[in-house]
């Protein structure tokens, strides 16, 4: 029944094999209607802006024509070549019979599925189209498979023209990188941690290494993909074209290197600015948001101690220890004397007995009236002194006056518990107080800044620079130091991102060497935190802007490596890689020096203010 289909699926047989299925009293099952249905195209020809070639052009030679009947079609009982001659020519699903659709039920019982079994490709038209007459999208094999002499005439196919979605191309796309050899340069990151990095540098031979979580994902990636990869470098004599290009750093050689051809890709967490991504591809790797980082504003002599003296006091606002001492404390204290005042035995007697001298040589004993106010003045000293102690020191006798002790004791007991909790977390806490609170309180407050140079062109080529940031408000590169005294640390045999925080002073005077704040994403302060190094340092204020991190590709191994790799992505194997990569913060503010991280009171803490 196929091959008859295939054989006859001429525009008017088609049109006869419809009116056919309607008169003939044949019961169709519902999948055999959809499988014809898929069968037939809306546009036998193909449409008017991508018409289907009458005819291949070039003709197919003999060994593409053994190929199509011997290997490639499922027609071993053809009397004649005719079929196979109209490979291609028309909108047909022309590779419904061939092998490599033969086996689609196979593919369901695999797991996990090979990347070749996405077959709906078969029952989709498509026909060969003149790319100079086709303004629909085409496709070609793009590489030279050996065992199909198709790949080597490269001719162009289309799908859209017969309104149908090229799957084919996209999964061919996927398998063409099995059995690759791909050229790969590593670049050494100078900071952060999810890039790649190697302590001999950047395009070093020594596969062993290298580490970070970009080496271990193109591993991954050659592992499932079938490719091997060669670690390779930029050539030497190419570095001075790229020096007059692009500038004298490491990356931008590989991007250079890379967009013409002389790599298959470069691997490192590379920046993706704007004149990089005019000439190479690029595949997106991490995102990353860029902070405005300055420094815990700390305070010595008489500021520290008043700032202790506040953390007494901090655990509560003003107007709860208001509340406290004015309402509480007060209304507890009359709430006693009431039950109490008179009560035998009771700690607020109506009267006492004192003893008095007649003027007779004699002494008399006398009850002697208790001013209320003397009641009044001691329950209100009793009842603050009991939440000091956490005890209430004084007789009880009367029934209400018990009960409301009870009731007393336990209010002290939850308000001191509140205080202690809060007192002990704002102890083991950082005091993250800084002089601004944003990017813009810093221009106004004449900061100047730190940046590492690619970052620092991307702020001022994005949106923010209308925040008010110039050029001249950030440090140049200091030649003492190995720069070439240009706005934005770029020096080539250093760690410019971490020179960034390394130049940071809360105050300084010299605008050509130092910067009050720096801009600089996370990763760049976390690694840096991971060996407990510049624990003093925040972010402050909201993103300025968000920094794309990416891999450049060759653009003849854009479309297989970029499709792989998306892939690879999109099933989480990437984040899986960096997530595992992320460095623990190991500031002595934040575990005080517990392994296990759990927050403990250091002696300072505990001395407090004295």
Known sequence: MMRSLYISMQPLPLLLLLLLLQILPVRITGAAVESLAALIPQRPFGDLSC????????????????????????????????????????????????????????????????????????????????????????????ITHVNNPLSATQRRWSYATCGHMDSFTSGDRLKSLKGETLKVAYNSNSGGWKGAYNPNG?????????SGPMPTFLQQAAIEGGFTIVHSAPPEWLKNESVQFFGGSSFDFCVYATSLGYLDLCVAAYTITTKRASVADFFV????????????????????????????????????????????????????????????????????????????????????????????????????????????DQTVTTVGGKIHLLASSSLVMLLLAIYTANLAAILTQDYTTTAVSSI??????????????????????????????????????????????????????????????????????????????????LEDLEILNKDGKHCDKV????????????????????????????????????????NADKPANNCPSTTNGQEDGTPSLSVKQMTGVW
């Open 440 to 521: 813009e309180e810093a221009i106004r407050l004449d900061y100047n800044f730190c940046s590492e140079r690619k970052l620092m062109e991307l702020v001022l080529g994005s949106s923010s620079s209308e925040r008010g940031l110039q050029r001249n408000m950030f440090v140049p590169d200091p030649k003492s130091l190995g720069g070439d005294e240009q706005a934005g640390f770029n020096c080539p045999n250093c760690s410019a991102r971490t020179r960034v925080f390394d130049q940071m002073r809360a105050t300084h005077t010299d605008k050509s060497l130092y910067c009050n704040a720096a801009l600089a994403s």
């Open 202 to 210: 950047s395009f070093s031979l020594d596969a062993s290494g290298w």
């Open 51 to 142: 018409p289907c070639l009458a005819s291949p052009n070039p003709p197919f030679n003999d060994d593409e024509l053994t190929y199509l009947n011997t290997s490639y079609l499922l027609l071993p009982n053809l009397q004649d070549d005719a079929p196979i001659a109209a490979y291609g020519t028309g909108c047909r699903p022309h590779d419904v019979q061939s092998v490599s659709c033969s086996d689609v039920d196979e593919c369901r019982s695999v797991v996990p599925v090979p990347l070749d079994c996405d077959k709906s490709w078969c029952q989709r038209s498509w026909c060969y189209v003149d790319p100079e007459n086709c303004v629909l999208q085409s496709s070609s094999l793009g």
């Open 285 to 392: 790797t991490t995102t990353n948001p860029v902070y405005l980082i300055t420094a815990i504003a700390k305070k010595d002599g008489w500021g520290a101690f008043i700032q202790q003296v506040q953390t007494v006091f901090a655990p509560f606002t003003w107007g709860t220890w208001g509340m406290i001492f004015l309402f509480c404390i007060p209304v507890l204290g009359l709430i006693m004397l009431l039950h109490e005042y008179g009560a035998p035995g009771g700690s607020y007697p109506r009267t006492n007995l004192v003893r008095v001298f007649d003027g007779r040589d004699s002494w008399k004993d006398k009850e002697k009236k208790v001013p209320i106010i003397q009641h009044i003045a001691a329950s209100l000293y009793n009842q603050l002194l009991s939440l000091f102690q956490a005890t209430f």
């Open 539 to 578: 972010h402050v204020g909201e993103v300025v802007i968000v920094q794309s991190d990416g891999i450049p590709i060759s653009s003849s191994r854009e479309n297989a490596v970029g499709a792989f790799l998306q892939k690879l992505k999109n099933d989480g194997t990437l984040t899986s890689i960096v």
